[in-house]
């Protein structure tokens, strides 16, 4: 147990000293705001105020955890001891505020405040403060945790944290279960006139060999993902796309008995969650529609989500979610790049900027997608490979948990996605080298 004395004990405090301690370092935490009560302990001290009190482990507070709704602020980065900080300070521990600047990162502070969008109208990643400053590669807040961990070791030899270990979750995003099968007359017509007018003869006869049961949908991967997932004994979360067809939302009918039952199988196998439509971040009634097909086909309440194309309009898409059965979400990453965009490997829970709150809604953030290494930063196979495994050493530094983003269509290894079961395989197999380590 460590006790924490602060001036002014408010709901963003007590928040990220949570977070920093219960969710990454692993040891409880306790608060007062009494200098009496905080001199007569004997438990391991910080301070986290505007001077030292004693002898503890004093850290000066920057005023952002006394604040209340957001304000634009000049943040100025800079090197520590080979980790880029901000929110200086002085005469503390450190020459920045580790519990001020993790608010910040976790919170998404900068996506409350004007920012410019993409075209799918998404916070840019390349606006944000850990991009432009070069950190957006490492698990940031993760690192600043470590910190704290060494300074309170050196400072109380007998306070003991918890060993974590490594962990990887493999994800699967499925936007549309097949390629050719269970599309319906109208859309099955339309793409075999679109092949015939296009003179794509080579996908015209695919087409047919599928229909005609000499091959396999290219889509439909699931037995290969199971059978992996077995023989390298993974924890694998499926997504699904229930959601009307329409704009980029490209699912099979809710109503396809075939593919209720390949989500009924999956879920004999794996756990299951919901991809809610891009259109239902717009229609909170939608978003609930969609989470009742899934929990029918299941028989199961619906726990988990994570966002078609990464729309992750913060806080709108969260607080969406608190009104559903949803308590985890792994939207939180961006589309068009790699690495940690709340600088965390840890799970967390969202805290509400406008209502001043923490809530029960718990995130999950993801570190690489497929979709994001070929065709936004259109890597290569080999390359791919070496930024994968960069980041996946990034996370095993911390003993964070890596999350990883496939889709059911690109796992069939063929057409466009030719060499890319060598990038899958190698992570898999270079995340179970690391764990035996």
């Not at 980065?77 to 580790?98: A, H, I, M, Q, R």
């Not at 199988?265 to 971040?281: E, N, Q, T, W, Y």
């Not at 490997?345 to 997608?369: C, G, Q, R, V, W």
Request: a positive charge; proline letters at 3%.
């Amino acid at each position: 147990m460590l006790l924490v004395y602060t001036h002014n004990l408010t709901s963003r405090v007590k928040y990220v000293f949570r977070q920093i301690f219960h969710e990454i370092l692993c040891i409880k935490v306790s608060f007062t705001d009494n200098k009496g009560v905080f001199l007569n302990s004997t438990l391991p001290k910080i301070s986290y105020t505007h001077s030292k009190i004693k002898d503890e482990l004093f850290f000066q507070s920057h005023p952002i955890l006394y604040e209340k709704g957001v304000s634009e602020r000049k943040i100025n980065v800079f090197d520590y001891n080979n980790l880029s900080c901000f929110f200086s300070v002085k005469n503390s521990t450190f020459p920045f505020d580790p519990f001020g600047a993790s608010f910040f990162m976790l919170t998404r502070y900068e996506e409350y405040l004007p920012h410019i969008k993409d075209q799918f109208g998404r916070f840019e990643g390349k606006e944000s403060l850990a991009y432009k400053n070069n950190f957006l590669d490492r698990p940031i807040v993760d690192l600043w945790a470590q910190l704290l961990k060494k300074e309170i070791e050196k400072k109380y030899p007998l306070c003991k944290f918890p060993i974590k270990k490594f962990k990887h979750i493999n994800t699967i995003d499925v936007d549309s279960a097949y390629l050719y099968l269970e599309k319906g007359i109208v859309r099955t017509l339309g793409g075999v006139l679109t092949d015939t007018l296009s003179l794509n003869y080579h996908n015209f006869l695919n087409r047919l060999r599928v229909y005609f049961g000499v091959q396999k949908d290219p889509y439909d991967t699931f037995g290969k993902i199971l059978s992996l997932n077995k023989k390298y004994n993974l924890n694998t979360i499926f997504f699904f796309l229930l959601g009307d067809y329409g704009g980029v939302d490209k699912s099979i009918s809710f109503f396809n008995k075939s593919f209720q039952s390949k989500i009924k199988l999956v879920a004999d196998h794996c756990l299951v969650g919901i991809h809610p439509s891009f259109k239902s971040l717009s229609d909170d009634s939608l978003l609930l529609q969609e989470t009742e097909r899934l929990q029918k086909i299941i028989h199961k309440d619906v726990l988990r989500s994570r966002q078609h194309y990464i729309k992750l309009d913060i806080p709108n898409m969260y607080k969406s979610l608190l009104q559903t059965t949803i308590k985890n979400d792994y939207s939180m990453g961006f589309a068009s790049m790699v690495g940690f965009r709340s600088g965390t490997s840890n799970s967390y829970f969202f805290y509400d900027l406008d209502a001043e709150k923490e809530t029960d809604l718990k995130i999950h953030p993801f570190m690489i997608m497929d979709i994001t290494l070929k065709k936004y930063l259109g890597l290569s196979p080999g390359s791919a490979t070496l930024i994968i495994e960069k980041i996946i050493n990034e996370v095993k530094n911390v003993n964070g948990t890596f999350i990883s983003i496939w889709h059911n269509e690109s796992l069939h290894f063929e057409r466009e996605w030719i060499e890319w079961d060598f990038v899958f395989k190698n992570m898999i197999k270079y995340i179970a080298k690391l764990k035996n380590e």
